[in-house]
């Protein structure tokens, strides 16, 4: 199978390694630039078609508006002789192309359907079987593109000429239309029988819905996407590339070109290369520009797809009209053909006519203005004087910071940054410049962590900018004025949508998948007028909660440390819906304590432990001593408050859950030398026997007193700090003394051992892990 074509499984596409092409260069290595997803028949002739909705909800499939599918139980495709095939009706179908080069494009044009058809038997035989690098991509793909084929060649694109593999488009987008649209109702065949390769010109689909294109015999395809995070850019080149431009959202269509790589490439717009083979197939994004080369000749089925939960008019898009160029384009009479207000536009012609609201009386935020409340509101939307309603698109976004689709995005960054092979951390002082150079380098990653990192280090950086000389910083940096006033605006921009309210940015939207289909230019296109009124709409306690959440998470990534949440555990798998108030006291930050708890009239029965000195008083806190401070020896002291340089990071570590992970300044240098103290394990002290089956209470046995007998238990249950999180190994590197028991490097987990019976026989440390496998057995 080709390196490109990494075997399919249902690995999640963000546990996979993914090579960010830079845009303006060839791939420069071996690694897969696209996610892979196994599929099975089924999800193809489903209307529901749950896979698909799974991979476009993943954060690489986003990142790169599309994804690699390998399918494992497709029928073969059928044995037809030429003379049983159905003759292309040229009226429906494209039949004959041809291809000019002009400048960095090429122009693909349709030759109309006189010339003669010849059928070759199918299935097509394979194409070559190899190991295709990107960069082997790359070169294939631009070598045709700067030599394409010449004359007229045959590729059959329109309504299928013979039976072959069920596809359903999904009943919403079955459901569009007066009829069957062929192609986005019904599927659609693409058949080159040139006998070398062909293009395909760069497109989106219809009304931004999904596409799915299946490779059903013969040589490979190429596909090529842009990054969806491109497209507003990149359309802005295109205008200025083509002055005489539609003013739809399909023009790019309309101009029926292909672009060489390098031009993608010199104008910085990021993209990616996925090699598909028979049985393979790859699946779109909304709003993803993709083009084809194909290998040869080959026979793909492809349809569109659309599922229930997607708007009735995609936000943003406009749709064509009858003085569009083409044969093929769909307006907004054929997409939403119930609505009198659309005809009546698409009849007029008028694109800037709007659809007019009904009066409304009453304050309710669910009444006017925006769109129905929907099942994923969690939080009440602040009232407001209904004499002077904020616009629609401001009360959009308040309507998705409240959303429980925000909440789960803010869970996910939490998730992301503790993921266990995640070392994020930025090595440099706090006011260095070369800080901002390497955060922006490590956060333009394929994830939605790195992009809200990226928005979070551009607003830092106009904070630092806003506050030093920019032309020294920029000479620091080695970064052109271009891009230094790039991510200036951006930082600023955020800064002044998040400013009043500090961790607001953790609940802004960071793709354009969410039930509101807010994007990234909804923020940066509000004015100072919708800036005024969406502070207004979020001074309540319900934002200063979430902000609260927001910042403590902001601050554990500027170096200090990690902090706990309440709605961790609870917030996966709620047993019931949680109320507003729940949801709220969930998202608090847990602020951990700072001395143990020590309540004794909650325990007004507190034995005396019977190894406690008859000279020492009681009743008496448990861990005070009359021999003073056990690290310093003094009576009173400081020790507790100390400042430790690191603080550990909160990782998850598989079937063991959270855990703590040693951080240093760089990676690979020790974080805590042997005889260091990390820190200090707090709780509530309760006498000993009090938990017995716990595992948050700890057994506390004094060095000072002669006996093994505990003379308490610190409950780390329900008050306590990250140490609570430490896991066990019976080969630890920490126990909870004052001193270190080895040296912690940078990245490694931290563990102490509970005692060699707190587990009995079914320890499954790592350490123990490691003795069965030496010893040929097999771990549970």
Same mark, same amino acid.
């Given at each position: +199978? !080709? %390196? /490109? #074509? $990494? @075997? &399919? =499984? *249902? +690995? !999640? %596409? /963000? #546990? $996979? @390694? &993914? =090579? *960010? +092409? !830079? %845009? /303006? #260069? $060839? @791939? &420069? =290595? *071996? +690694? !897969? ?748």
């Amino acid at each position: +199978m !080709p %390196a /490109n #074509d $990494m @075997p &399919a =499984n *249902d +690995m !999640p %596409a /963000n #546990d $996979m @390694p &993914a =090579n *960010d +092409m !830079p %845009a /303006n #260069d $060839m @791939p &420069a =290595n *071996d +690694m !897969p630039t696209v996610p892979v997803f196994s599929c099975c028949y089924q999800d193809l002739r489903s209307p529901i078609k749950d896979r698909f909705n799974e991979i476009c909800g993943d954060p690489y499939a986003q990142k790169y508006g599309l994804a690699k599918l390998q399918f494992g139980d497709l029928p073969p495709c059928p044995v037809i002789n030429p003379g049983s095939i159905n003759r292309p009706d040229p009226r429906v179908s494209s039949l004959h192309f041809s291809y000019e080069r002009t400048g960095d494009f090429i122009t693909v044009i349709e030759r109309g359907g006189r010339q003669k058809l010849t059928f070759p038997e199918l299935p097509h035989p394979e194409g070559e079987k190899r190991n295709w690098s990107p960069k082997e991509l790359w070169d294939v793909v631009e070598s045709t593109l700067e030599h394409p084929p010449s004359g007229i060649v045959c590729y059959i694109i329109g309504t299928p000429l013979f039976n072959d593999i069920e596809m359903h488009p999904g009943d919403k987008l079955k459901r569009r239309g007066t009829g069957e649209i062929p192609g986005v109702h019904t599927p659609y065949i693409y058949w080159n029988i040139s006998g070398g390769p062909t293009i395909t010109i760069l497109h989106r689909e219809d009304g931004d819905v999904c596409s799915f294109n299946v490779v059903r015999s013969g040589a490979g395809k190429v596909v090529i996407a842009i990054e969806p995070n491109d497209n507003k850019r990149f359309e802005q080149l295109m205008r200025k590339e083509c002055t005489d431009a539609m003013s739809c959202s399909q023009f790019v269509r309309h101009l029926s070109c292909a672009p060489l790589l390098k031009k993608l490439g010199t104008w910085g717009i990021a993209y990616h290369l996925a090699h598909i083979g028979p049985d393979q197939g790859f699946l779109t994004l909304p709003g993803t520009y993709h083009m084809v080369v194909n290998l040869g000749n080959n026979l793909a089925m492809a349809i569109n797809f659309e599922d229930n939960t997607s708007p009735n008019t995609p936000q943003g898009y406009k749709f064509c009209i009858s003085q569009c160029p083409g044969r093929h384009h769909i307006t907004e009479a054929q997409w939403n053909p119930s609505n009198s207000e659309v005809r009546k536009r698409a009849a007029t012609g008028d694109r800037n006519a709007r659809l007019k609201r009904k009066k409304t009386s009453g304050c309710a935020a669910n009444d006017e203005p925006g769109p129905k409340e929907t099942d994923d509101q969690v939080f009440k939307i602040p009232s407001f004087n209904p004499k002077d309603p904020p616009l629609g698109h401001v009360f959009r976004l308040i309507k998705g910071i409240f959303s429980k689709a925000s909440i789960d995005q803010f869970q996910l960054l939490v998730s992301y940054k503790r993921a266990p092979d995640n070392n994020f951390r930025f090595d440099d002082d706090v006011d260095s410049v070369s800080r901002f150079a390497k955060r922006l380098a490590i956060v333009e990653q394929n994830s939605i962590f790195g992009t809200f990192m990226l928005r979070f280090t551009q607003s830092q950086l106009a904070r630092m900018l806003d506050s030093t000389k920019r032309g020294s910083i920029r000479d620091a940096l080695g970064w052109k004025p271009k891009q230094l006033d790039h991510y200036l605006n951006r930082g600023r921009k955020w800064n002044r949508i998040c400013d009043p309210y500090n961790g607001l940015l953790c609940f802004l939207f960071l793709t354009p998948h969410n039930p509101y289909e807010i994007s990234h230019d909804d923020y940066h296109n509000m004015d100072e007028d919708d800036i005024k009124a969406f502070h207004q709409l979020l001074d309540s306690d319900v934002t200063r909660s979430l902000c609260a959440a927001g910042k403590a998470f902001q601050d554990s990534l500027k170096g200090a440390g990690d902090i706990e949440f309440k709605w961790e555990t609870i917030h996966e798998a709620p047993t019931t819906p949680l109320s507003e108030d729940d949801m709220l006291s969930h998202l608090q930050p847990c602020q951990p304590i700072t001395e143990n708890v020590h309540n004794p009239a909650k325990y007004p029965e507190w034995p005396r432990p019977s190894s406690w000195p008859e000279e020492w008083d009681w009743p008496a806190n448990p861990l005070e001593g009359a021999t003073g401070c056990d690290r310093c020896k003094e009576m009173a002291c400081d020790c507790f408050s100390q400042q430790f340089e690191f603080r550990p990071c909160i990782k998850r570590y598989g079937v063991k859950g959270l855990g703590l992970q040693a951080t240093a300044r760089s990676h690979g240098q020790i974080a805590y030398r042997r005889g260091a103290v990390i820190g200090y394990l707090f709780g509530e002290i309760v006498p000993a026997g009090t938990y017995t089956n716990d595992r948050w209470a700890l057994d506390f046995v004094r060095s000072d007193v002669d006996d093994e007998e505990p003379v308490c238990q610190l409950y780390c249950g329900l008050e306590s700090n990250s140490f609570r999180l430490l896991n066990h190994d019976c080969s630890p590197v920490a126990c909870f003394i004052e001193r270190k028991v080895s040296d912690i490097y940078d990245g490694m987990e931290i563990t102490v051992s509970y005692g060699k019976d707190f587990f009995g026989d079914g320890c499954s440390c790592e350490t123990c892990k490691t003795r069965m496998i030496t010893h040929g057995l097999q771990p549970e």
